[in-house]
């Protein structure tokens, strides 16, 4: 059996075992126990850190999510973000509803 063969088997195996179908995930969020993270805890907006990242923004995830009247993802820069969660956030609404909604 090729390497190639091998993967492709282990990879049909994994999604039998577990019942996931990756083509079904949406949105960057994880879907395993750092999205319990994003919703216990406290998490505070802080300013995007320059020195860091070299830039001012960062692309709100939430936001991202949505799609426009020409059917492509909304892109939308907030200097604010979530340094526990490390995502761009908007800081309303959408720092409070990605740190409530369970269902992103």
Known sequence: MRQV???????ERLIQVTGCNPST???PFPKSEENV??????????YVDESESRKKSRKC??????????????RRE?????KN???GLCVA???????M????
Do not use: A
């Open 5 to 11: 063969e091998f993967r492709m088997k282990l990879i």
């Open 25 to 27: 995930r949406r949105g």
């Open 37 to 46: 993270v994003r919703l216990t805890g406290r998490h505070f907006p802080s």
């Open 61 to 74: 995830v939430l936001c991202s999510l949505k799609i426009n009247e020409n059917g492509k993802r909304v």
């Open 78 to 82: 907030s200097r604010f973000e979530c």
């Open 85 to 87: 969660c490390n995502v």
């Open 93 to 99: 609404p959408c720092f409070e509803i990605y740190h």
């Open 101 to 104: 909604e369970p269902n992103l």
